[in-house]
């Protein structure tokens, strides 16, 4: 079987890498790929926004089914161009990706269908979405509401900071037409996970919850990032959670969608927050998250291969048996280059440590300079997964790993999964 990955970062080495360990006759096309995944098949120098060019390629090469990994190019309508080609995809189509990408869309969605979340309203004057964070008083959490790269949204721990941020994105103009409608939302507080889900869009393959580490240093502080890390299992995340997030998430969220006529197939992943009420929705995301697949593929005791494939098809997926998981821990470390997550040089020369047991290396900002040597091209150079005994384990394999990649500037944290190590060691 010939299988298409569009995207070439971690997120998409690990869902190559996951693929051919399902099925090792695996023929393995990526576009544009990265230079991971050209060690698992070939890669074409296409980029994921050729939505034509990638269609053209499925095509020619008479691919079984497509895997789109970016929201960018499901936000441009991959999806619906692929279908209405009559070629098999997994993802969402460009409406049901609104869940993602108009985050005004999704929170209507949410409040109408009584999906647990904090209160929003949506303003195009600045004037009266000033006053509505004034009526709700500091800390408020200011949006843009369309798709910002992970940067739109402000938790203004001030008025006088809610008021800047509304006039940046509404006059200001910082995030483009993705900030020329705000919401100015209700802040909630607590641990935040993770939870992806497969879905035909009716019936719902749950994974185990993760944790993103969205800061830059250790602890969790410094400036965001796309994320430096993820771990799972995750202590907190209760079988009763999983329940409750199938039943007040993932199962009335899909219904809406469908009766909104945008039934959503493909991975929906639900970023949650564990307040004192209970679980919220902080966002939804239409595809795969990155760096938390890259923890929770090599953790998979059962296949991913074939439930993707038969979501691609069109089929359902009621009778799919239920995903099974290794027990352990998977603990990812993110190796990112100086100055992430601002601006950083390229083409520094890379030194790899030789193979671990136990440790997956997924390519993210890599690539192969005229010579041949591996160099990096990105903020996130690499997402090193280490699977464990125990969640300490994970992370000091993970660490030690990442300790030995080498190039300039290099830097990472050591302490990913922290916030469960220090749970279990109050717990001992
Ligand atoms: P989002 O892009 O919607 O995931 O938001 C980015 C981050 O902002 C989240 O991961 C949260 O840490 C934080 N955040 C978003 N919404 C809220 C909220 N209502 N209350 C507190 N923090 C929030
Ligand atoms: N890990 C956050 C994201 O993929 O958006």
Redesign the pocket.
Known sequence: MRVLVVGGGAREHALGWKLLADDPSLDLISAPGNPGLAELGRCEAIAATDIAGLAALARREEVAFTIVGPEGPLDAGIVDHFRSNGLAVFGPSKAAARIETS?RFAKELMLAANVP??G?RTFTSVAAATAEAERLGA?V?I?ASGL?A?K??I?ATSIAEAREAIESMLEGNVFGEAGHEVLV?????GE?ISVFALTDGTHVLPMIAAQ?H?RIGEGDTGP?TGGMGAYAPVSIATGGIAAQTMDRVFLPTLAALRAAGSTFTGLLYA?L?LTREGQ?V??F?CRFGDPETEALLPLMATGLLEPMRAIANGDSIAGAPPIEWRAGAAVTTVVAAEGYPGSVRTGEEISLPPDEGGVMVFHAGTKRNVEGALVTAGGRVFAITALGDSLAAAQKLSASHASRVQFDGRQYRRDIGWRDLARQSDRA
């Open positions: 985050k979340t904090a929003a800390p959490v949006k910002a992970g739109g949204v938790v939302e209700e802040f909630m507080s935040e993103d969205k965001n970023g927050m919220k902080v966002e995301n």
